[in-house]
């Protein structure tokens, strides 16, 4: 049965059989104090307001029996799979050394695991990704056609980082993609209002912008 979503540049019509919610990275190294996010020098406040939404988008989607991904940016512990391009930031190592919530964006780390507040349940595939998209070295794109998805709903951080690099992956893919502007979080309010234009300009390009009411009323249909 097709539905429509409230969004810009225009409504989204959508079947909730085939519609998926990614909920890209939110992962305690970039949304809570002492993980990665702010060793870089962020306020990780700016990405935590995306919390509230996303539960209730996310406790939507569980009732109405919608796919649920959840992708967790990290690396082998052997540090193998991270290029040397990206275990330096600013002259400085951050990724594999010791912190907090233990070694910085390593699977397996406190730090790399999902926060609580939206933490998988059972049955909801959660994708380890070495890099920004969630389907570059991953079986994201496997998993959704075993599953017949034609629509992401894709939430989560950061909004012009993760997300921005997912969503332009799903387009190049033939996915039609959704994204709850209150769902997503930037370190930085100016590349939160950029990054969400680039995705809907010249008539939905790489795809839609909504918020989370709307994408909850189009699920309840």
């Known amino acids: 049965m097709t539905h429509a979503f409230e969004a810009q540049p225009f409504a989204l019509p959508f079947d909730r059989k085939t519609t998926a ?3 890209i990275d939110m992962q305690r190294d970039f949304v809570e104090a002492g993980g990665f996010g702010e060793a870089l020098g962020n306020d990780v406040s700016l990405v935590r307001s995306a919390i509230e939404p996303c539960k209730h988008v996310l406790e939507v989607a569980r ?3 919608l796919l649920v991904i959840h992708t967790r940016e990290g690396h082998r512990p052997d540090l193998t799979d991270c290029p040397p391009a990206k275990l330096t930031r600013g002259g400085k190592t951050f990724i594999g050394e010791p912190g907090p919530m233990g070694r910085t964006l390593v699977r397996g780390e406190a730090g790399h695991d999902i926060i609580p507040e939206l933490y998988p349940v059972a049955g909801e595939p959660i994708i ?6 969630a389907f570059y070295q991953t079986d994201l794109h496997l ?3 075993n599953n017949g998805i034609k629509t992401l709903i894709v939430c989560g951080v950061t909004t012009e980082v993760c997300v921005n690099t997912t969503v332009r992956e799903a387009n190049d893919r033939g996915y039609e993609c959704i994204i709850p502007e209150d ?3 930037s370190y930085f309010p100016e590349f939160q209002k950029y990054a969400l234009e680039m995705i809907k300009a010249q008539g939905a390009i790489f795809g839609w912008v909504s918020n989370a009411d709307a994408i909850i009323k189009g699920l309840k249909g």
């Open 128 to 133: 380890d990704k070495p890099g920004k998209g």
């Open 21 to 23: 919610l990614v909920m």
């Open 143 to 145: 998993i959704l056609q």
């Open 63 to 65: 009732n109405k029996d």
């Open 183 to 185: 769902c997503v979080g």
